[in-house]
């Protein structure tokens, strides 16, 4: 349809039009396979990190992705046979189809650009096309003029009396593990007999802190998005990449709060310091070292990076010649998308169906950097530092999302109950402290803003940040603000689990008593929509404040 209409109104140039558009169609195509959205103009600034996640891109390149683009060597041959036909025909004015279409684009379109919308609302009220159309004058008009509105005023909060959780680690060295896609829903589960997680499922029956309703509330920056979350207890824009974003923002969050405390800060990554900009941005944090892929033997390479294997043994040795106490941010990479490991590193016996899907990938690739995880804690226990350490360890996003249908269906039947969005969110949250004599398990709701004060209690520091959105989990109330994946305002506070439409209109919005599992009247859930996007308007305006101020001096505090 397109080409016909193409080569009808602008004759010979309708085959590079056609291309285009098949090509964003692909781009389309394969972004939202990655990451359930649609790619914005502001992921051309991410075009240097497509070599990187290479496989990632390959893995869905298939024949219905093919398809958009499969079509146009047929269409060349056809080309010159139209065209031919159509100069043998009177054709209309020019100027007068330029008009016509404009008009009717103009009145199509302006009432709709009118509301204001967020690009993906755009899209599920006007489709795709519209969607690109519209995606520039957001970002251009729109945007900047929300950024140019503060919210209202903002101030620190102290924190005071008697706490769960108290200084349990008062004075120990803090290891924290990101763990590369781990989703909760997995722990504790087995697959045709075989523990799926075994070393993390021993982890929580003795000497640990289990946040079992803890979520990710990532945006585009999946991974990086995950540490700049936890360590500043800020939201991250969502929609670009906040280490992107704020690569040259000095940001005061754990780390600095650490190091006036006396601990010593370092960062570990298995890939290039130049991925996702960590080495600017791990700066801005305020770590005092940041080991890379540059810095480490590479000697086993698995998926995108260094092995986790690899990258816990070579952090082991480096930790063992630290000052302390410290605080070392290990960041894991073996369970990246697409999870394809070489064969010898398959442990679990798969379902024939299961064999190469993205469910069964998973599975093989979360098995094997569990396995990686318990070396660490062996050598850790081999190098004196167990003990005197608290290992902390947290998903930084989910592996298997519900908007892919293959993925849904299969975890769907293996779980024997509906695999939604809710359960894939939902990340683990584990504080082992050797020592502490048993195990427990916080069900408070809570997500990755509430990491950096939930840590310092336990260590027995208090939060003294300028701003901080998030709450300590041990002791205050349930809430989570959920981000990106579902729109903004969408909550869950244990109770009630509210979604908004993905056009934007409240009415619209789903809102379910989660223990009746009964549908709730929109207006049931004002508060805590209200509540969500306060957090994310308020995060949005300091950064963009600390942004515009430039670099400060924050050492001084």
Same mark, same amino acid.
């Given at each position: 349809?397109?080409?016909?209409?193409?080569?009808?109104?602008?004759?010979?140039?309708?085959?590079?039009?056609?291309?285009?558009?098949?090509?964003?169609?692909?781009?389309?195509?394969?972004?939202?396979?990655?990451?359930?959205?649609?790619?914005?103009?502001?992921?051309?600034?991410?075009?240097?990190?497509?070599?990187?996640?290479?496989?990632?891109?390959?893995?869905?390149?298939?024949?219905?992705?093919?398809?958009?683009?499969?079509?146009?060597?047929?269409?060349?041959?056809?080309?010159?046979?139209?065209?031919?036909?159509?100069?043998?025909?009177?054709?209309?004015?020019?100027?007068?189809?330029?008009?016509?279409?404009?008009?009717?684009?103009?009145?199509?379109?302006?009432?709709?650009?009118?509301?204001?919308?967020?690009?993906?609302?755009?899209?599920?009220?006007?489709?795709?096309?519209?969607?690109?159309?519209?995606?520039?004058?957001?970002?251009?008009?729109?945007?900047?003029?929300?950024?140019s509105t503060p919210p209202g005023p903002t101030?620190?909060?102290?924190?005071?009396?008697?706490?769960?959780?108290?200084?349990?680690?008062?004075?120990?060295?803090?290891?924290?593990?990101?763990?590369?896609?781990?989703?909760?829903?997995?722990?504790?589960?087995?697959?045709?007999?075989?523990?799926?997680?075994?070393?993390?499922?021993?982890?929580?029956?003795?000497?640990?802190?289990? *946040?079992? $309703? !803890?979520? =990710?509330?990532?945006?585009?920056?999946?991974? %990086?998005?995950?540490? /700049?979350?936890? @360590?500043?207890?800020?939201?991250?824009?969502?929609?670009?990449?906040?280490?992107?974003?704020?690569?040259?923002?000095?940001?005061?969050?754990?780390?600095?709060?650490?190091?006036?405390?006396?601990?010593?800060?370092?960062?570990?990554?298995?890939?290039?310091?130049s991925f996702w900009n960590r080495a600017r941005?791990?700066?801005?944090?305020?770590?005092?070292?940041?080991?890379?892929?540059?810095?480490?033997?590479?000697?086993?390479?698995?998926?995108?990076?260094?092995?986790?294997?690899?990258?816990?043994?070579?952090?082991?040795?480096?930790?063992?010649?630290?000052?302390?106490?410290?605080?070392?941010?290990?960041?894991?990479?073996?369970?990246?998308?697409?999870?394809?490991?070489?064969?010898?590193?398959?442990?679990?016996?798969?379902?024939?169906?299961?064999?190469?899907?993205? *469910?069964? $990938? !998973?599975? =093989?690739?979360?098995?094997?950097?569990?396995? %990686?995880?318990?070396? /660490?804690?062996? @050598?850790?226990?081999?190098?004196?530092?167990?003990?005197?350490?608290?290992?902390?360890?947290?998903?930084?996003?989910?592996?298997?999302?519900?908007?892919?249908?293959?993925?849904?269906?299969?975890?769907?039947?293996?779980?024997?109950?509906?695999y939604d969005f809710l359960k894939a969110l939902?990340?683990?949250?584990?504080?082992?402290?050797?020592?502490?004599?048993?195990?427990?398990?916080?069900?408070?709701?809570?997500?990755?803003?509430?990491?950096?004060?939930?840590?310092?209690?336990?260590?027995?520091?208090?939060?003294?940040?300028?701003?901080?959105?998030?709450?300590?989990?041990?002791?205050?109330?349930?809430?989570?603000?959920?981000?990106?994946?579902?729109?903004?305002?969408?909550?869950?506070?244990?109770?009630?689990?509210?979604?908004?439409?993905?056009?934007?209109?409240?009415?619209?919005?789903?809102?379910?008593?989660?223990?009746?599992?009964?549908?709730?009247?929109?207006?049931?859930?004002?508060?805590?929509?209200?509540?969500?996007?306060?957090?994310?308007?308020?995060?949005?305006?300091?950064?963009?404040?600390?942004?515009?101020?430039?670099?400060?001096?924050?050492?001084?505090?």
């Amino acid at each position: 349809m397109l080409w016909v209409i193409f080569s009808t109104f602008i004759e010979k140039k309708q085959f590079v039009l056609y291309s285009i558009l098949s090509g964003m169609f692909i781009v389309d195509y394969l972004y939202f396979q990655n990451f359930g959205t649609l790619p914005s103009i502001k992921q051309l600034l991410l075009l240097p990190q497509l070599p990187k996640v290479g496989s990632s891109i390959k893995y869905f390149l298939n024949p219905v992705s093919l398809s958009f683009v499969g079509d146009i060597p047929f269409l060349i041959l056809l080309d010159r046979k139209f065209l031919k036909s159509l100069s043998e025909r009177e054709k209309p004015s020019q100027k007068i189809v330029v008009l016509l279409v404009t008009l009717c684009l103009a009145f199509a379109f302006f009432p709709a650009f009118l509301q204001n919308l967020k690009p993906m609302q755009f899209f599920n009220r006007y489709g795709l096309v519209a969607y690109h159309a519209y995606d520039p004058v957001y970002l251009l008009v729109f945007e900047k003029r929300a950024s140019s509105t503060p919210p209202g005023p903002t101030q620190s909060r102290s924190e005071s009396g008697e706490k769960s959780f108290s200084a349990i680690a008062k004075d120990r060295n803090v290891i924290v593990v990101q763990f590369e896609s781990l989703q909760n829903v997995f722990l504790r589960r087995t697959y045709g007999n075989q523990a799926i997680t075994p070393n993390l499922n021993t982890l929580l029956e003795k000497d640990s802190i289990y *946040f079992s $309703n !803890y979520f =990710q509330q990532t945006g585009t920056g999946n991974t %990086a998005d995950a540490e /700049f979350i936890s @360590l500043t207890s800020l939201h991250v824009p969502g929609d670009h990449p906040a280490y992107e974003t704020y690569s040259d923002t000095e940001l005061d969050g754990l780390v600095r709060v650490l190091k006036r405390a006396g601990y010593y800060t370092v960062a570990f990554h298995g890939n290039t310091e130049s991925f996702w900009n960590r080495a600017r941005a791990y700066a801005c944090l305020g770590f005092d070292d940041f080991v890379s892929l540059e810095d480490l033997d590479q000697d086993e390479i698995v998926g995108m990076g260094l092995s986790d294997f690899s990258l816990y043994r070579q952090t082991v040795e480096i930790l063992k010649r630290l000052p302390q106490p410290f605080f070392a941010f290990v960041v894991t990479l073996s369970s990246h998308t697409p999870f394809i490991l070489p064969q010898e590193l398959k442990t679990l016996t798969l379902e024939p169906r299961h064999v190469d899907t993205l *469910f069964g $990938n !998973y599975l =093989q690739a979360i098995n094997y950097a569990d396995r %990686a995880f318990g070396y /660490f804690l062996q @050598l850790l226990k081999e190098s004196g530092l167990y003990e005197k350490s608290i290992i902390v360890v947290y998903g930084d996003h989910a592996g298997l999302y519900p908007f892919h249908k293959e993925t849904k269906t299969l975890v769907s039947e293996w779980l024997n109950e509906e695999y939604d969005f809710l359960k894939a969110l939902n990340v683990p949250l584990i504080v082992h402290v050797p020592g502490l004599g048993k195990s427990y398990e916080v069900k408070n709701v809570g997500g990755q803003v509430d990491f950096t004060p939930t840590i310092l209690n336990m260590l027995g520091l208090n939060c003294d940040l300028e701003l901080y959105v998030g709450k300590d989990l041990c002791n205050d109330g349930s809430f989570v603000a959920f981000r990106h994946h579902l729109p903004d305002g969408s909550f869950f506070d244990g109770e009630r689990l509210f979604v908004v439409s993905e056009e934007g209109t409240i009415r619209r919005s789903v809102g379910i008593d989660v223990k009746r599992n009964e549908p709730m009247p929109y207006y049931e859930f004002l508060d805590g929509y209200q509540r969500a996007i306060k957090q994310i308007e308020v995060s949005r305006h300091f950064l963009e404040r600390l942004k515009s101020k430039g670099s400060g001096n924050l050492e001084t505090r």
